[in-house]
């Protein structure tokens, strides 16, 4: 068992890895409602968010309201709550975002985990109602996170400094194709600078344009800054037009196209993908904690 992951008591997994590896494992429940946490662990800590959200739920049955059902789909990739008619995702709760995860020992129905939003940051603890298979569905979830933290290690985990290096690397490229480019729009000003110096030292009245010397094999020396399409050929015909700058590929200075370390899986290397490793890195290095714990108190509570 690694590290990342915890339990009181030494357990038989429900399913094989391959169930929740390539597929889900869907669950019915009763979705009591979600509350605001201080911590990310602690019995004592969800144990105050079931009887909130339990008070809370017998004041709207008095009023006449039904508590939602929900399907619960677990995998190594989370924990979706669906409406289960229009399979429409109402929550999507990434498994190294859940820290904590419990089930009453006493009322096999309740369980809950906390889970950290991902915009607000803030801790939310989510309690449900199930037909009597909340150690199941506990055990399910903290399998589901067992599964996910080794092949995050596998695929992900161990190549995050690597990917940082990359990164590295890669800003360094585009900063010296920056530079690159500055020294070769320098260089023009200056050939610039340099005809319009000569042009202005030519003799007045010279309005003949001086034939462009040629080679031992009569050929015009190439220059950088000739345009091919106010020198006609020896045969009186102009050369085909240059295309544009802006259609050109972008080259360095030897003529190649610049070097992109994530060329080949732009779609596998997002923009934000180090930072998504690093949260996830920080999450399993946290763990999933799974408890059976009391959370009916008093008779009231006991009467889901």
Not at 101 to 128: G, M, P, Q, W
Not at 147 to 156: I, P, Q, T
Not at 274 to 288: A, T, V
Request: hydrophobic letters at 30%; glycine letters at 6%; a neutral charge.
């Amino acid at each position: 068992m690694n590290r990342a992951f915890s339990r009181k008591k030494d357990k038989t997994w429900m399913h094989t890895p391959e169930a929740l590896s390539k597929h889900y494992i869907p669950y019915n429940a009763k979705f009591l409602g979600s509350t605001e946490v201080e911590q990310p662990k602690g019995t004592e800590v969800v144990r105050d968010a079931v009887r909130k959200l339990k008070f809370a739920r017998h004041i709207k049955k008095s009023e006449g309201q039904k508590i939602p059902k929900v399907e619960l789909q677990i995998s190594i990739y989370g924990v979706k709550i669906l409406e289960p008619k229009t399979k429409e995702v109402q929550h999507n709760c990434q498994l190294h975002r859940i820290s904590f995860c419990a089930d009453d020992k006493t009322d096999k129905r309740i369980f809950t985990f906390i889970c950290k939003d991902s915009e607000s940051n803030k801790h939310l603890c989510y309690v449900f109602d199930s037909e009597k298979c909340a150690e199941e569905i506990t055990l399910t979830i903290g399998q589901a996170f067992d599964l996910a933290y080794r092949k995050f290690l596998e695929s992900g985990g161990k190549d995050v400094e690597t990917r940082k290096q990359i990164a590295g690397l890669q800003k360094r490229i585009q900063d010296l194709e920056t530079e690159n480019m500055e020294l070769k729009n320098r260089v023009q000003d200056l050939e610039s600078q340099l005809r319009i110096t000569q042009v202005s030292t030519s003799p007045a009245g010279s309005v003949t344009p001086k034939s462009p010397s040629t080679d031992i094999f009569d050929m015009i020396p190439f220059s950088p800054i000739s345009h091919p399409s106010s020198t006609p050929t020896r045969n009186g015909t102009q050369p085909p037009p240059i295309p544009s700058r802006s259609t050109e590929i972008k080259r360095d200075l030897f003529g190649a196209e610049p070097f992109d370390p994530f060329n080949c899986g732009a779609g596998d290397f997002p923009p934000d993908i180090q930072s998504k490793l690093d949260e996830m890195q920080e999450g399993f290095k946290m763990g999933l904690t799974l408890e059976g714990t009391v959370f009916c108190l008093d008779p009231l509570d006991s009467r889901c």
